[in-house]
């Protein structure tokens, strides 16, 4: 066994502390999160306080602002839809009820829109080629066509094993941006 730290539990450590330092604490449903919606959560903090948008305690929704996030990804959920297909190995009856409620990709950008208040459209797109492009040109659409929207958020997030020369790592990662 390696002392070595690997590079999720350095993201998972990280967006612990970075939750803590945005969020002044971590949400009643941190321990039951993906990695991938901590990111999220902790990426979406990072871009509406930075952005002076919100500050720690607030949700957009209570603010009367009407915003929603387009996610852009190349794998969807399929990380998460694995490690829940390899909890049934000992049976059907032992798999993760955890783990079933993050089988779609859109589950992690709902705990986004339920942290910040989010009350606009929230879902995932998929795009192999260019996901935040993808997402933020999305965005940008719904912006033209819903009047009542105030912004949108455009992400791109993806949670995935890589393979190299028989080497295997977890690669995680989300990118967010506003988009007015």
């Not at 959920?77 to 049934?88: K, P, V």
């Not at 890589?162 to 989300?174: L, P």
């Amino acid at each position: 066994m390696s002392d070595e730290i690997s590079p999720i539990e350095l993201i998972a450590d990280e967006a612990f502390a970075a939750a803590n330092t945005f969020l002044g604490g971590l949400p009643s449903r941190w321990g039951r999160m993906t990695p991938l919606s901590r990111l999220l959560i902790v990426e979406c903090a990072r871009q509406l306080f930075g952005s002076n948008v919100l500050e720690p305690g607030q949700r957009l929704c209570d603010l009367g602002r009407n915003v929603g996030l387009i996610g852009g990804t190349r794998w969807g959920s399929l990380h998460t839809d694995q490690a829940f297909i390899e909890t049934m190995s000992a049976g059907p009856g032992l798999a993760s009820p955890a783990l079933f409620g993050y089988t779609l990709p859109n589950t992690p950008l709902a705990e986004v829109a339920v942290m910040f208040g989010l009350t606009g459209p929230v879902y995932a797109l998929f795009d192999i080629e260019t996901p935040l492009v993808c997402a933020t040109d999305e965005a940008r659409m719904l912006l033209a066509m819903q009047n009542d929207l105030d912004f949108m958020l455009a992400c791109e997030f993806d949670h995935r094993i890589v393979c190299d020369d028989g080497d295997q790592r977890e690669e995680i990662f989300a990118t967010l941006t506003l988009v007015q």
